[in-house]
Each structure stands twice: as structure tokens, then as C-alpha cells.
């Protein structure tokens, strides 16, 4: 079994930044990539960036060009970066990990972490 747990999140002001880390315990070896989603109130749960153990990195649509995933397969921990910040990016934002980066590009993953609620004020 795998474990995430994502850190990091919280109250940031519109324009500003906030980095998310999602550490992975357990069956390492389980998993080839790890990804973050996030879900706001009333919306449906969209990928926000995916890497695999290669660092080649897939972006939903969502904060492109505005996040930096990256990964240290040393620590089994994936951070996501974002910037530019609004309060449309108030979310929970959750940690997946996945046998494929395809499979996240489809929405998915095969394990998940209990998620960090990031609040961006106006």
C-alpha cells in the first residue's frame, strides 16, 4: 500500500504564490507517477499537473502556465508550485499516485491523499 500526504497549503492573497509537497510512503515501487488534482466546491475534481519518474510532465488546463510540478525520486516526494494566484483557484487540492501518467491524464489515480485545502483571498 502507498500512502500520500500533502503539506503545504493554506490562505494565500490574490497574486501571490504557494507551493504544495506531497510525500510518499510505503510501496514506493507501486507507482510510477505522481500528480496533483484539485476539486472546488460544486466543481468537478480537475488534473492540475502530473510527472512521471522520468520528470516528463503533463498540465491540465486549469494553472497552466502558472505551476511548476517537479518530483525528488529521493525523498518520494512531489511538489507543485503555483503562481499568480486567484480566488478561482480555491481548491482542495489533492496528491495522486499512479502506474501511468496516462492514467492521470484521464482524470484518475490509483492512490490518493486526504488533500490540502488552498484558499486564495481577493
Known amino acids: 500500500h502507498v500512502q500520500l500526504v500533502e503539506s503545504g497549503g493554506g490562505l494565500v492573497q490574490a497574486g501571490g504564490s504557494l507551493i504544495v509537497s506531497c510525500a510518499a510512503s510505503g510501496r514506493t515501487s507501486d507507482f510510477d507517477s505522481m500528480g496533483w488534482f484539485r476539486q472546488a466546491p460544486g466543481k468537478e475534481r480537475e488534473l492540475v499537473a502530473a510527472?512521471?519518474?522520468?520528470?516528463?510532465?503533463v498540465y491540465g488546463d486549469s494553472l497552466k502556465g502558472r505551476s511548476t510540478i517537479s518530483r525528488d525520486n529521493t525523498k518520494n516526494t512531489a511538489y507543485l508550485l503555483m503562481n499568480s494566484l486567484n480566488p478561482e483557484d480555491t481548491a482542495v487540492y489533492y496528491c495522486a499516485a499512479d502506474s501511468a501518467i496516462s492514467t492521470m491524464l484521464k482524470g484518475s489515480g490509483k492512490y490518493w491523499g486526504q488533500g490540502t485545502q488552498v484558499t486564495v483571498s481577493s
Open positions: 510527472i512521471n519518474w522520468k520528470n516528463i510532465t
